[in-house]
Structure formats: structure tokens, C-alpha cells
């Protein structure tokens, strides 16, 4: 009898959640945000921004375990779609290496954060 030995990788998962706190979309997400997922993510946020009736956001990276340039696509958008409308963008909860791409990507720059 011969056994076949299968390896599955994990697939990439990500979670987004949303809540309202002082005229500000809190965007809590959790896993990776790459190309992968930014589409999907990016379709949520703006949905959830326009139903919300708020001002601003803020994106809550607590959980999240790797960034790459879509991810900070995905967030220079929503910059420019919130402050089109007066609003600001903050981060929150970045670890070290997350804080280190916005850095290095200039999104520092233009985005408020709460660390």
C-alpha cells in the first residue's frame, strides 16, 4: 500500500472588522494585507466609510502580521478619499516592523498615528 503525503499551505486569511467611535471609522484588521487582499479590503472600507456618516478613520494594525506596498496603497487611498472631505487617517496599534514600512514609505508623512 502505497501513502501519498500531501503538504497544504496555509492560506492567507484576512479578517477586517468595523466600529464607530467619536465621528471616526475604526478599521480593525487582522492577518496580512497584501495584494491578495487589498481589493477586497478596499471595497469594505469604502462601503462601510459611506454608510457611516463620519468624517474620519482609523486604521487599527493591532493583528496585523505583514504589510506590503499594496497595503500601503490600500491606505494612501483612503487618505485621499477621507481628506478630500475634510477628514484625517490614523494608525494605531502598529507593531515595530509595520511602523518601520510606514516610515520608510513616507506615509508617516500624512498619516497621523496614535503610537
Known amino acids: 500500500m502505497n501513502t501519498i503525503k500531501r503538504t497544504y499551505e496555509r492560506m492567507k486569511i484576512v479578517d477586517i472588522g468595523f466600529s464607530i ?7 480593525k484588521i487582522r492577518g496580512e494585507i497584501d495584494a491578495g487582499s487589498t ?3 478596499r ?11 463620519v468624517r ?3 486604521f487599527d494594525l493591532k493583528e496585523v502580521s505583514f504589510m ?3 497595503g500601503i496603497g490600500l491606505i494612501i487611498g483612503r487618505y485621499k478619499r477621507v481628506s478630500a472631505l475634510g477628514g484625517c487617517i490614523r494608525i494605531k496599534g502598529a507593531n515595530k516592523t509595520l511602523r518601520r514600512i ?14
Not at 471595497?43 to 456618516?53: F, G, L, P, Q, V
Not at 510606514?102 to 503610537?115: A, F
Request: hydrophobic share 35%; with cysteine; proline share 0%.
Open 21 to 27: 467611535e467619536k465621528n471616526t471609522l475604526v478599521v
Open 39 to 41: 481589493d477586497m479590503l
Open 43 to 53: 471595497r469594505k472600507i469604502d462601503i462601510e466609510y459611506d454608510c457611516a456618516n
Open 56 to 58: 474620519d478613520m482609523t
Open 68 to 70: 506590503d506596498s499594496s
Open 102 to 115: 510606514i516610515e520608510l514609505s513616507g506615509l508617516g508623512r500624512i498619516v497621523k498615528s496614535d503610537d
